[in-house]
């Protein structure tokens, strides 16, 4: 009972950090409020992401169009809205098999230890040498364009630093007094890794990942940047960056104003990543 009353403080203690924290809050705010006009998309887009006029191509922001249309006629912010489902699904998902496998790989490694946890160690310093981007399009070429195994894709090259930090992290515990009671009660190895180790890796757990959030959305925009990643007539904000850096001359606003929201959720999403970091270790400060 004690130890859940301090758990509990710890808690409280560390969500009163970051309510002190106002850039962190205003991020964790316009992330919020980014992920609700995602998922209302369907019902406040002012048009379909595919609708063309051509009557009004590449024409500027107006009553009708706020954010202008681009060379097809189809309207900036509601491709910008559908975008955004997309990129934010990328970030999310990928991030989560990415900790799927980070956690479970450094978990085994720091409780097992020995030549076992040398293994699994060198297997990740190897895959380290290789530069993510051509682990991304190798895999993207053999196994196509498809959206979810682009997901897959991504999230399987992002778990190497969440595997080192924890079995950091485990290896400090694993000679912890609770764990050396449950391995003398007879506590199975796994019961031990996933009841006793993995909810004490939390904290890092959730900065790594929401600083992985948008690393990987930088990725997606990359991949999209350089034609790789969704294709039309769907869009992500990294495809909508690219069409509109090849006709910025012309309609500067297909470019800013999807780059100018995208930058603002990277930011949002690092002061939040931040926030947490510090909230949940003040000694960081």
């Known amino acids: ?4 009353v301090s758990t509990s403080n ?3 203690d560390a969500l009163r950090r970051l309510k002190a924290n106002r850039l962190a809050l205003a991020g964790a705010i316009f992330v919020f409020v980014l992920i609700l006009l995602a998922l209302l998309t369907p019902f406040i887009a002012p048009y379909e992401y595919d609708f063309q006029n051509r009557g009004l191509s590449s024409s500027g922001p107006s009553l009708n169009h706020w954010l ?4 097809l006629g189809r309207d900036l912010l509601t491709r ?10 990328v970030g999310f998902v ?33 895959l380290y040498g290789i530069p993510f981007i051509i682990l991304i399009i190798l895999l993207m070429v053999v196994f196509g364009r498809n959206l979810v195994l682009m997901f897959l894709a991504i999230g ?15 290896t400090s515990l694993r000679r912890t007094e609770f764990v050396l009671a449950a391995q003398a009660m007879g506590v ?6 996933t009841r006793h180790l993995f909810p004490n890796t939390l904290g890092p757990v959730i900065v790594y990942a929401t600083l992985t959030v948008p690393q990987v959305m930088l990725l997606e925009a990359f991949l999209s940047f350089l034609g790789l990643g969704v294709q039309a007539p769907m869009s992500s904000w990294g495809l909508l960056i690219r069409d509109g850096a090849v006709s910025m001359e012309e309609s500067w606003w297909l470019l ?9 959720t990277l930011f949002s999403l690092n002061f939040l990543g931040d926030g947490l970091r510090d909230a949940l270790d003040p000694r960081s400060n």
């Open 1 to 4: 009972m004690n130890e859940l």
């Open 10 to 12: 710890l808690w409280r």
């Open 68 to 71: 202008g249309t681009d060379y």
């Open 80 to 89: 910008m809205l559908y975008g955004s489902r997309i990129s934010l699904l």
């Open 94 to 126: 990928a991030t989560f098999v990415a900790l799927i496998i980070g956690v479970s790989w450094g978990t085994v490694a720091g409780y097992l230890g020995g030549r076992v946890d040398s293994l699994m160690m060198r297997i990740v310093d190897a």
């Open 156 to 170: 399987a090259v992002e778990w190497l630093t969440m595997a080192r930090i924890v079995r950091a992290q485990v």
């Open 188 to 193: 199975s190895s796994i019961s031990i890794m």
């Open 256 to 264: 800013v104003f999807p780059a100018t929201v995208f930058s603002i």
